[in-house]
């Protein structure tokens, strides 16, 4: 069961990822909602979309570039094949613009003839036919004349840049000036694969009127009904998406699913008929987004007592060839680069580039994790070199109420970067923990080289360690985006007596289908299964923005709640003296159908300047720390990451189990990210393209986590709740990577710190990346 402390103000919920088994499982019991999707998922009742059923569907498929740049001079089509047994869809067959709808009309939905390939696997042509033997056996008789151009894989080297910002503050010359030390670093880290459970998979359904219905596995319905209407000049009406059961997106469903709908609607149209597009694991893999690669160079200054006078930061992102989402994923990762901690002068550069590898895109935590590894593994290295425990050098900076950040926000509340950071301390007992590591290392004389006895687990000669990271994660939108986009979300009172919570927001195993209804149950004074959550289909939900950034609770959430605070005062003033939950089906009766729709409005105070970039970067900010405890095998250089202590400033809890479910899952996928998660690319392909061949951490490979969930509410939402799905995937990599410095004495500054890396670290190989 969960204790609870209370410090400065600040609720800690603390709960352990190891149940034990006598205890009674969380859920109702412990007055929380069952998840309400579970039982389906878990006894195989649930569809997904590859389940789905259509009389008379076809299936299509992708014809895909096999260079990474040149002219497409011709698309062949093999005369002895009877190509009207089948449908072939080109960029002649698009009714409207050949663009993928996004943040630059940059990428078509397939290359023209005399257009240019600028990737491999990009899509050139589609093929539909009624069994899938069909299009094995004719997928190799379409043939790509092409023209090869020269191409550019390192975005230091391209000259087309897809966004760039600069953030300034104080006198950067003279906060250098006044420093005792000066310490640089390059960090790089490279692509990381979503890897969700179930692949992209998209069905297209023609309608008598020459529209669209999509149904899918998505994360962002009115992202796709956008680029229907355009590419294929529909009406709001004729362009219809239905959000299917989806499992698992990470970012990865959130821009790309637009581009698969357009190609099985280009097919269901030239077809007339339902066509199926479901993605094989490796197309999946070597055709859509990642994590952005990049480039951070810091230079940092400090005082010997361990104050920060001086940040200059540098970003590099590799946008792939396409811009997608590029300027918004680098414009968060420049507005955390410089970690969460104070310093007057500091000047932050981003900038992301095209290069001639596939587009990247969104990945839980959209920028940040990038740079925020980069800042944590600098701190982390200016303590070594004042011989300061890293934990002291992040009291004496970390931002606290009232600080101001490079971009003259004033952080008036919802602060709590000294609580997750304390709580991380004292939960891993981490400075005797340190001491314990620093005495094993004088015992087999020092890390850093190969001992000639270190300690022993079995037959094997290991070293023990253990890191600290400290992060922070902007909530919701960057800047002025609420605003822009104008949410909207609604809950309706049916003519029949129901209670329905209407957006567009949905469910990939985070919780929402329970975590909405909940809310609206709790305003309203009734049971939650008495609330139901619509169905995500453009037709019928309001276009409540997407389901990234951590914005679902904290922001949709808020609307959510404040139009069935709306609705209760209208049923309990139609009705005088009687609650809502006494009134509300006779008020039905009486009166039909009574829907609430509640517009986002800008949250009061919070000022953002676009163009230059200050302001209030975002309303509130969430607060993570984690402590990593490591084994490293000397001999080999594997590494096993045994404990991991999470704390993570949520706002406030919603519902306990599932908020830690997302604590512990980004915690596992910052340790893949850490140790092993690595897309192998040469001349701009993906060579580990494979289940068999990209590793990511499995059951065995887990840690055991630890969860402690702090709450420092924000004012702006009814809740009080800000983000948690992406907030601890900022913080457990550059854990760890500390703790393996601290166990072998090496610093390993590009992810992922594979063995071989770290060994020629040991072996003090000048070719690994160094200070």
């Known amino acids: 069961m969960p ?58 498929i992708t014809i895909r570039s096999t260079e990474a740049h040149a002219k497409l001079v011709a698309i062949e089509l093999d005369p002895d094949v009877d190509w009207s047994k089948v449908v072939v869809a080109t960029a002649a067959d698009i009714p409207g613009d050949n663009v993928v709808a996004s943040i630059k009309d940059d990428q078509p939905v397939l290359v ?81 694969e979503q890897l969700y459970i179930e692949n992209n998979a998209m069905i297209a359904v023609p309608g008598d009127d020459g529209g669209i219905v999509i149904h899918g596995s998505l994360q962002c319905p009115y992202y796709v009904h956008k680029a229907l209407k355009r590419a294929l000049r529909l009406t709001h009406v004729q362009a219809r998406v239905i959000a299917e059961e989806t499992g698992g997106g990470f970012g990865g469903k959130e821009e790309y699913p637009s581009m698969i709908a357009l190609h099985a609607s280009l097919l269901a149209l030239k077809a007339k008929r339902p066509v199926r597009m479901i993605y094989e694991r490796h197309e999946d893999i070597s055709a859509t987004t990642k994590r952005h690669p990049a480039i951070v160079r810091h230079r940092s200054g400090v005082t010997k007592d361990g104050v920060l006078v001086a940040q200059d930061v540098e970003v590099i992102m590799d946008g792939g060839a396409y811009c997608t989402l590029s300027p ?148 919701g939108f960057t800047g002025s985006g609420e605003v822009y986009i104008g949410s909207i979300a609604s809950v309706e009172l049916t003519a029949d007596g129901r209670i329905r919570v209407l957006t567009a927001n949905t469910e990939m195993g985070q919780g ?30 309001p276009d409540s923005g997407p389901t990234v950034a951590s914005r679902t609770v904290m922001v949709v959430g808020g609307l959510v709640i404040r139009a069935a605070r709306r609705l209760k005062a209208a049923v309990e003033e139609r009705n005088p003296g009687v609650p809502f939950h006494e009134a509300f089906r006779d008020d039905a009766k009486a009166n039909g159908a009574t ?39 000397l001999d080999t250089a594997e590494v096993t990451v045994r404990d991991v202590i999470a704390v993570d400033d949520v706002g406030k809890v919603i519902h306990p189990v599932l908020c830690e479910g997302q604590v512990e899952g980004g915690t596992l996928q910052a340790v893949g990210y850490a140790t092993l998660e690595e897309m192998k690319v040469r001349d701009g392909r993906y060579l580990n393209d494979r289940l068999a061949t990209y590793l990511i951490p499995t059951a065995m490979d887990a840690p055991h986590i630890r969860t402690i969930l702090v709450e420092a509410p924000f004012s702006g939402a009814p809740h009080g709740a800000k983000g948690v799905g992406e ?4 913080v457990a990599a550059p854990a760890v990577i500390a703790a393996i410095h601290d166990a072998t004495g090496v610093w390993i500054h590009d992810l992922p710190a594979t063995p071989e890396r770290i060994l020629a670290a040991m072996h003090g190989d000048r070719g690994a990346p160094a200070a």
């Open 3 to 60: 204790t609870r402390a209370f410090t400065s103000g600040v609720q800690t919920v603390e709960r352990a990822l190891v149940v034990d088994p006598g205890q009674r499982v969380p859920g109702r019991a412990a007055g929380f909602p069952l998840r309400r999707e579970g039982p389906a998922k878990l006894t195989g009742a649930a569809k997904y979309t590859d389940d789905l059923v259509f009389p008379g569907a076809w299936h299509g």
């Open 112 to 192: 023209p003839v005399g257009g240019v390939i600028r990737h491999h696997a990009e899509p050139v042509a589609l093929l539909a036919a009624p069994d899938k033997e069909t299009l094995r056996r004719l997928k190799g008789r379409i043939r790509l004349v092409t023209e090869p151009l020269p191409p550019v894989f390192d975005p230091e080297q391209s000259d087309h840049v897809f966004a760039k910002y600069e953030v300034t503050t104080g006198d950067l010359a003279l906060g250098f000036a006044g420093a005792d030390l000066i310490v640089e670093g390059t960090y790089r880290v490279g692509h990381q």
């Open 328 to 475: 918004v994923v680098l414009s968060r990762g420049l507005l955390h680069a410089g970690g969460p901690y104070r310093c007057p002068n500091v000047r932050l550069r981003a900038c992301a580039t095209r290069t001639n590898t596939p587009p990247n895109g969104a990945f839980r935590g959209f920028g940040a994790p990038q740079t925020e590894f980069a800042a944590e593994m600098q701190l982390n290295r200016i303590a070594e070199r004042l011989e300061m425990s890293p934990a002291e050098l992040r009291r004496r900076n970390v931002y606290r109420l009232n600080d101001t950040t490079p971009t003259g926000q004033v952080l008036r509340e919802s602060v709590a970067a000294e609580e997750v950071l304390e709580q991380a301390l004292g939960a891993s007992h981490f400075e005797r923990i340190r001491e314990r590591t620093a005495r094993e290392s004088a015992e087999r004389g020092g890390s850093g080289t190969i001992p000639p006895g270190p300690l022993r687990s079995g037959d094997r000669r290991v070293a023990n360690g253990i890191g600290l990271a400290l992060g922070w994660h902007g909530a």
């Open 512 to 541: 929402t289908k329970t975590v909405f209804p909940q809310m609206v149950a709790a305003e309203l004074g009734v049971p939650s299964d008495w609330v139901e959550y619509a169905p995500q289909d453009t037709a019928e939900v």
């Open 595 to 633: 829907r609430i729709d509640q517009k986002f409005e800008a949250y009061p105070g919070v000022v953002f300047d676009d163009a230059t970039y200050v302001g209030d970067a975002y309303p509130a900010y969430g607060w993570a720390a984690a402590v990593a405890s490591v084994e490293v095998d």
């Open 727 to 730: 907030l601890p995937m900022d």
